[in-house]
């Protein structure tokens, strides 16, 4: 967290998060058709049950930076069940409390088009010193052709640009 009491390592499933503080552990992987969480706050001794994170989170190989102004910037691979962006590559913008609190988060933007039904990921993502992110991933990228290395580079109020001005559109 900006604030550097958690440590965030999100990577493969599952993903894990542990605040270096108070030992509290957060884990979570996708396990069915939702990704779910535990917590720990025993430093990893006994956990919690599993729960459901909201559906916006369910996906594959996440990787998470914060933004300086506290968001979590989250890239990975969406699963989630009928999602227009299933299978596609995308990033997705909350807060620390959305995912304890099952919370969908901000938003989500698909960053490229995967054209086969679920080989793309493992991507990398960093924050760069200017505030910019640099995001970098494989897929299909173009209809036929095989997979490809892409980097993008972009900032959240590109991405915030982007947003209706009424929510509700």
Known sequence: TPDGEWIFAFGLDPMLTADVVTGRVFAGGLLG??????????????????????????????????????????????????????????????AWQDLVDAGPGAYRARLMDNHHGWDCGYPGLERLPDGSFMATSYGHWVEGEAPFVVSLRFTLAELDALLPADPKD
């Open 33 to 94: 058709p939702c990704s779910e969480m535990l917590i720990s706050d025993d430093d990893g001794e006994t956990w919690t049950e599993p729960k459901p994170l909201n559906p916006a989170w369910t996906g594959d190989r996440h990787v998470a930076q914060y933004k300086a102004d506290g968001r979590l910037v989250v890239t990975f691979r969406d699963m989630q069940k009928d999602s227009p962006t299933r299978g596609d590559w995308i990033v997705q913008v909350g």
